[in-house]
C-alpha cells in the first residue's frame, strides 16, 4: 500500500504528500512579510529535496518536502526564513502541490 510506505524520495513525498517521518528537523517557512522574492532560498535548496517554489508573486516552501537542513538560510538576505514548529499535513495549501514536477518546478 503507497499510503503505509515512507516517503523516502522526493516523488513519493510529492505523490503521497507526506514528510520522511525519519527527518529529526522541523521544517521551515517563509515569513512573507519580509520576503523580497529573490529566488537565493530557491537555488540553495537541493534538488533531493526541492522545496522552495514560486507562486505567483510569492516564494513559498512545501513543508511536506522541506526536510529542515537550513541551507537556505544563510542564503536570505533578509533573514526571513524561520523555523515552522507550528507546521502540520494541512499547512500547504492544494494549489502549492500543482508546482512540483510542472514547468514550475525548478528542480526538475
Ligand atoms: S531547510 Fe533545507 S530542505 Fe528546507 S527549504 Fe531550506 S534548503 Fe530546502
Ligand atoms: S532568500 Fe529570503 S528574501 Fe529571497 S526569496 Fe528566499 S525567503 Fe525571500
Known amino acids: ?3 503505509d ?3 523516502l524520495t522526493r516523488d513519493e513525498r510529492i505523490d503521497q504528500r507526506t514528510r520522511n517521518p525519519k527527518w529529526q528537523n522541523i521544517p521551515v517557512r517563509i515569513e512573507m512579510l519580509e520576503c523580497i522574492n529573490c529566488d537565493a532560498c530557491l537555488r540553495a535548496c ?3 529535496f526541492g522545496a522552495i517554489f514560486n507562486h505567483g ?3 513559498v516552501i512545501i513543508p511536506e518536502l522541506c526536510s529542515g537542513c537550513d541551507k537556505c538560510l ?3 538576505p533578509v533573514d526571513c526564513i524561520y523555523p ?3 507546521w502540520t499535513s494541512e499547512t500547504a495549501p492544494d494549489d502549492w502541490w500543482g508546482l512540483p514536477r510542472t514547468d514550475a518546478d ?3
Open 5 to 7: 510506505s515512507v516517503a
Open 1 to 3: 500500500m503507497a499510503g
Open 74 to 76: 544563510p542564503a536570505c
Open 84 to 86: 515552522d514548529p507550528d
Open 46 to 48: 537541493p534538488p533531493n
Open 106 to 108: 525548478p528542480y526538475v
Open 57 to 59: 508573486a510569492d516564494v
